[in-house]
């Protein structure tokens, strides 16, 4: 039996493209969310090099406003697999006291955006492989597998060195650099039955839960600190909920769900009316095209 | 069969490609709500008056939704009850002909758009091309807007007529012709009611049943080495995936260029240990003692891989600059990165017709035959037999653009006749060609006359455009270790290096240059420092050594 499943497709495809950046970037660094994109793209990295570790580090761009949840998993994973965690956190808009409640889009862009940046500036990085797949949006639907950025770390959409079969162009200059997306051709179905397959730890804020939310436009927002700013008549009640996809918690929606094991989560997905990032607040901000625009800012 | 299927749709512009795929999503129900809703809310402010136009959930640039083009190639991912389907959506303007190639080498199988009003247009010939030229081996002919010409199915077969006539010029085996209306929804899902005489499948019937796997028996092993995995003194591994075949614990293998033979004693599947991996996984493989492999080396079950410096491609140039004969460009080929330099343009090919025409040189969008020479001998195969080993892209040194793609045709031999030869004693190199100099490009080429190979008593030529030799003199070759005595200007003596003694007469090298060395002491003392050297840092022994101007100088040109 010699014919690979579609995961198998996929998994080797992912392991090709990340051995590439090994073997042929100078500097390569591999964005870490700690969703469940890059729970999925640790994994693929530590198989990749197994019996070696990834020969490279793993940056978390902390806004500091991510569930709690999170940065415990974060520091649990890293521990675990022995794997070098950078943390990059934009101190002077920390300081400044930039938050999601006063600041809207520009918020995202200093913490999340600017942050980036200068995380890879900072240490000097050539190559940076991101978890961003082509189903989740339409400008990541037109984006090359290996994305040139210029010395601004800013995208042209419409001028990318075409990219045929797995003949990957790594060449760059002094100050220019390369986004890389392994996981570009899976589904966010893909992504859940890897998951299962594979059984790859992820933040129980996936599985459905009682957690204190409130009702704010269209989403539940989970009240995970005290920090969290409550509008006037707002009141936190408990509802069963999960996150289909997971960042700053006030800018995160929740659904109301009964998926509490991975198996109830695929046939949620499978069956879901709304694509995932409905839940993000962020990319409703802006408009239709108001992700590209931001890549070409310099953002993921 | 495999449960996925990746597919592209090309054509013309406004052939309506990505109306298609937009309806046959929506159709299938493969849309969330909220793209549903956000593309009721664009048509509505879009030019169509109200009416769902369904490119728009396809063309995601801003740049493409102003101009009402599509720009770059776009992938959709769906999946029906009986399938999985990757489609990459590309442009039809011959400007963006490039974004159409990189979907056409990702695609097992191509639809391509023909508008039944216009019928068979250039870009639907350049795109048949293209898409063969890549690899695709399944062709669906989609003829759209068949609602524009009343479903005639008169019309249909004449454009049946020469899709068929195309086909056999390009030489396509399994084709499938099927009249729809993409706007309308006419054989797209639904078998139309329009078109009662058409009793073949629906377009998306087609895509869930065709089987596209290839026939892969009785094929060699053959694995690209990507990177050595070395976490300790214990282990080394070659990482990288089968590209062809089986391997399996115990099996012999040939490294390649290296040729030698070592066992497999562990298989890593991942991070799994393994008895065998297939075509397609991604392995680290450990063989049983030392050998020489490096990134870009090949492990393989198949000692007749060929090896060579020189092979014969068909090129799609995609750069705004021209091709460059003479000019250096970086190769990518399988896992080796190389210096390659395009030595001559064969002929291009008309896209429309098929037609060889002579060229010096390419444009953007060209198709062209060429030969080119990498700097050392690679593993290389011809596309048509090992496709891994028969995908080229090159890369602009100065720009870093991918200027082109192709596709190996033919590994031409090694064997390049020799300049002197007396029976085994044989000295290569470039003594008589002639070196031109561009003043302009700033660039050096070699442009090999009519490859004469000088025996004993044979006349050799004393003046070219860029040399000019005395009646008598030596040639010393420490790459052959041979010398070769010219006296009267014709070959005297042919002989093993380690035999010369000096003679008092001229000294050149096999390439014209003039050989620093007035006596038998410097001569023993050259041959020991090129014994001694590195052979990757030859130039400063050859600053000690060689004199260009001699005899030699590069005549100046216009071309290249």
């Not at chain 2, 063989?287 to 870009?296: K, P």
């Not at chain 2, 060579?308 to 750069?319: E, G, P, Q, V």
């Not at chain 2, 002197?420 to 100099?437: K, P």
Request: proline share 3%.
């Amino acid at each position: 039996m010699s014919e690979l499943s579609h995961l198998d497709e996929l998994e080797a495809e992912a392991i090709y493209i990340i051995r590439e950046v090994a073997a042929e970037c100078e500097k390569p660094v591999m964005l870490y969310s700690i969703g469940k994109d890059s729970s999925v793209m640790l994994h693929l990295a530590m198989k990749a090099f197994y019996p070696e570790k990834p020969p490279f580090p793993f940056l978390h761009v902390n806004t500091t406003w991510k569930f709690k949840e999170m940065i415990a998993f974060r520091d649990q994973t890293a521990k675990e697999l022995g794997i070098n965690m950078i943390e990059y956190i934009n101190k002077e808009g920390a300081a400044r006291g930039v938050n999601p409640f006063d600041y809207g889009s520009s918020y995202t862009d200093i913490m999340k955006t600017q942050a980036l940046k200068q995380a890879l500036k900072k240490y000097g990085f050539t190559a940076a492989f991101g978890g961003g797949r082509r189903d989740e949006e339409k400008s990541r639907a037109k984006e090359r597998i290996f994305s040139f950025r210029n010395e601004a770390q800013a995208w042209d959409p419409k001028n990318q060195r075409p990219e045929m079969w797995k003949l990957y162009n790594t060449e760059i200059n002094q100050g220019e650099s390369m986004r890389v997306f392994p996981i570009s051709n899976w589904t966010e179905t893909d992504i859940w039955e890897y998951i299962k397959r594979e059984n790859i730890p992820i933040v129980s804020l996936y599985f459905a839960k009682e957690r204190p939310v409130v009702h704010r436009g269209n989403n539940l927002i989970m009240v995970d600190d005290d920090r969290m700013r409550l509008n006037p008549g707002e009141v936190p009640e408990m509802k069963k909920v999960r996150f289909r996809t997971l960042g700053c918690y006030p800018l995160t929606g929740a659904i109301e769900s009964e998926a509490d094991t991975l198996d109830k989560i695929i046939a949620e997905t499978l069956s879901s009316v709304e694509s995932e990032r409905t839940s993000r607040v962020i990319d409703n901000d802006g408009g239709e095209a108001s992700m590209e625009k931001r890549k070409r800012e310099g953002y993921f | 069969m495999s449960g996925l299927l990746k597919f592209i749709t090309c054509g013309s512009v406004d052939d309506g490609k990505s109306t298609l795929i937009g309806h046959m999503l929506y159709d299938s129900k493969l849309l969330y709500a909220d793209q549903k809703k956000a593309l009721l809310l664009d048509s509505k402010v879009g030019s169509r008056g109200g009416d769902i136009d369904y490119s728009l959930l396809l063309d995601g640039l801003m740049a493409e939704r102003e101009q009402g083009i599509t720009i770059d190639v776009a992938y959709r991912y769906f999946t029906t009850d009986r399938r999985s389907f990757i489609v990459a959506d590309t442009p039809g303007h011959e400007e963006y002909t490039r974004n159409m190639a990189v979907g056409a080498s990702f695609a097992q199988l191509a639809v391509i758009l023909v508008d039944a009003t216009q019928g068979i247009l250039v870009q639907t010939r350049r795109h048949s091309r293209i898409c063969a030229l890549m690899g695709i081996h399944y062709f669906v002919f989609a003829v759209n807007k068949m609602d524009l010409v009343q479903y005639s199915e008169k019309r249909f077969q004449s454009i049946v007529c020469d899709i068929q006539k195309l086909a056999k010029q390009l030489g396509l085996k399994n084709v499938m012709v099927i009249p729809v209306s993409a706007t309308e929804g006419d054989n797209i899902t639904r078998r139309s009611e329009n078109m009662k005489w058409y009793t073949g499948s629906t377009l998306l019937d087609y895509l869930e049943n065709v089987d596209v796997s290839e026939n892969n028996e009785n094929t060699e092993f053959y694995l690209p080495v990507q990177r050595v995995c070395r976490p300790n003194h214990t282990f080394r591994g070659f990482a990288g995936q089968v590209e062809s075949g089986v391997v399996k614990f115990g099996q012999r293998l040939v490294t390649l260029p290296s040729r030698e033979t070592a066992t497999v004693q562990s298989l890593l599947v991942g991070d799994k240990q393994a008895d065998r991996a297939y075509a397609g996984q991604a392995v680290t493989i450990q063989l049983d003692r030392e050998v020489d492999v490096s990134r870009g080396c090949v492990l393989t079950s198949d000692v007749h891989l060929p090896v060579s410096r020189r092979i014969t491609a068909t090129l799609l140039w995609m750069d705004d600059e021209t091709l460059t004969v003479g000019r250096e460009y970086l190769a990518k080929l399988g896992t080796k990165r190389i210096p390659a330099v395009v030595k001559n343009i064969q002929y291009k090919i008309d896209v429309n017709s098929g037609e060889q025409i002579p060229t010096q040189t390419a444009s953007k969008n060209e198709l062209v035959v060429c030969e080119l020479e990498f700097t050392e001998k690679i593993v290389v195969d011809e596309f048509r037999r090992n496709k891994t080993l028969g995908e080229l892209i090159l890369i602009d040194r100065v720009s870093h653009m991918t200027s082109a793609c192709g596709v190996v045709e033919h590994v031409n031999s090694n064997t390049e006749k020799p300049v002197f030869a007396d029976g085994s004693l044989q000295v290569g190199g470039y003594l008589y060609d002639e070196l031109y100099f561009n003043p302009e490009t700033v660039l050096l080429s070699c442009n090999p006359s009519q490859k004469v190979t000088y025996h004993i008593g044979d006349r050799v030529p004393d003046n070219g455009d860029s040399f000019h030799y005395p009646a008598n003199y030596d040639v010393l070759s420490a790459a052959a270790q041979t010398a070769v005595f010219i006296r009267n200007g014709a070959v005297a003596r042919i002989l093993p290096l380690a035999d010369y003694l000096y003679t008092g007469q001229p000294v050149l090298d096999e390439r014209g240059l003039t050989v620093n060395i007035a006596s038998q002491e410097e001569f023993k003392r050259f041959l020991t420092a090129y014994q001694m050297a590195n052979k990757k840092k030859l130039a400063s022994l050859r600053n000690q050594w060689l004199s260009f101007g001699n005899f030699r100088r590069a005549a100046f040109t216009d071309t290249f």
